[in-house]
C-alpha cells in the first residue's frame, strides 16, 4: 500500500493581528504551526488536515472575539453550528468541503503588510506511482484565488508547443 504525503508551507508568516481569534485557532487545527505574539508561520511536515475538532463551548466563545473583523469562516461556522447539535462535546468543522482558502483571503484583505499569500505543496508517494508526485503553488490575494499544479503546468507548456497532453 501507497503513503501519499503533502508537505506544505504557507509564506509569508501571516501577522497575528489580521486573524481573529477563531481564524488563528481554526488555521492552528490544520496546520502546524511556529510563532510568537506578532506572527505565525503556518507548514505541514505531512499533509494540512482536512477537519478541525474544536470543543463546542470554545467554538461558541470565539465567536464573540472577532474585535469587529469581518471573517467569512465565522458566517460558516455559525451556520454549520445552527445544523448541528450543539450539545456535543466537540464539533467537527470539515475542511474539504469549506476550503482554508477563504480564511488566507480575508486576512489578506484586512491586513496592511500583506498584498498577498502564497501557499506551496509538494505530493509525494512512498512508492513510485504516477499519481504520487508533483506539487501545487497557490496565490492568494484580497481579490483572487489562483492556484495551478505541476500536472497543469505541463499540460499548459504542452499546449503552447502545439502537442496534445499525455494520457494518464
Keep these: 500500500m501507497a503513503d501519499y504525503y503533502s508537505p506544505t508551507v504557507v509564506q509569508p508568516d501571516i501577522p497575528v493581528a489580521a486573524m481573529t481569534p477563531l481564524e488563528r485557532r481554526l488555521l492552528c487545527e490544520l496546520f502546524e504551526h511556529e510563532g510568537n505574539d506578532q506572527t505565525v508561520y503556518f507548514f505541514a511536515s505531512d499533509n494540512v488536515a482536512d477537519s478541525a475538532w474544536i470543543a463546542t463551548a470554545e467554538l461558541v466563545e ?88 505541476t500536472a497543469s503546468y505541463i499540460e499548459e507548456v504542452i499546449g503552447r508547443l502545439g502537442e496534445p497532453p499525455p494520457s494518464t
Design 62 to 149: 470565539l465567536l464573540g472575539q472577532d474585535n469587529g473583523m469581518v471573517s467569512r469562516i465565522a458566517d460558516v461556522v455559525r451556520a454549520e453550528i445552527a445544523k448541528g447539535d450543539l450539545g456535543e462535546d466537540e464539533f467537527e468543522l470539515d475542511f474539504s468541503m469549506i476550503g482554508y482558502d477563504l480564511i488566507f483571503q480575508d486576512i489578506v484583505r484586512r491586513s496592511p503588510d500583506l498584498d498577498h499569500v502564497q501557499i506551496i505543496a509538494a505530493w509525494t508517494c512512498t512508492k513510485m506511482r504516477p499519481d504520487g508526485f508533483g506539487g501545487m503553488a497557490t496565490v492568494i490575494t484580497a481579490d483572487d484565488v489562483h492556484s495551478m499544479s
